[in-house]
């Protein structure tokens, strides 16, 4: 009956701590896995929705459409001499946004063998996600006309515009369940069964010759705020 008492402490919980509100840090196992754990960190916000920008020295996870919540994953050293990474957050006082991706993101920490004192394992490849930070698009630069059924968002010169219209198809596609096309060179999307309602996407350059990508729905719908706001 008093066996939960006996019970061995997993790396996370010996490890990792949260230890304030805004503060998280972690034991590393080796110094020279910076680069994996960067690849895992933004993995695991990509998925749950956050944009990760490659600071170089740090790392930074927004999430999407909502700037208040974020974090930022830097290294160091503590008290012990001992590698540590620190993740500083910005959460919801109403409710935690930010936190349990933290956790979730611990947890892969441990399943790749990053935590001190595991035994170090092959490692399978990491998909990155993260975005440079040259390639990052502001608030200040979008722009929603009045009647907000159009969208501009200038755009850098070196983005990837394959990997870019690929993504917002797949945003389009999953969650709003809209069917792309391609019509005269333009991007489209419809929904399904109603060809009358259409968004195009448009990528070109404004009178000051920079890069702008233009969004334009034939008609208001209560989701393209939302739509909008997510890319």
Known sequence: MFSWFFRKSTPVELRTAFVDDHTWVAELNSGDQLQ???ELFASTFDSDNFVVIDEEKSVTAVLS???RYQCTLTFGYNG???RIAVISYIDSEEED???PTINAFALEMENYSLL???PIKEQKPIENCMVPMKEVIYERDVIIDEDGNSISVMLRENVDLKKMLSKIGKLAKDKYLLEAKTDNGKLEFHEKGNEAFRIVVQVGRNNDKQRVMALTASEKRVYWKEF???L
């Open 36 to 38: 994996t754990i960067k």
């Open 65 to 67: 459409g909502d700037e």
């Open 80 to 82: 012990d001499n001992r």
């Open 97 to 99: 946004i930010v936190k």
């Open 116 to 118: 001190f004192e595991q």
């Open 228 to 230: 909008t706001k997510q």
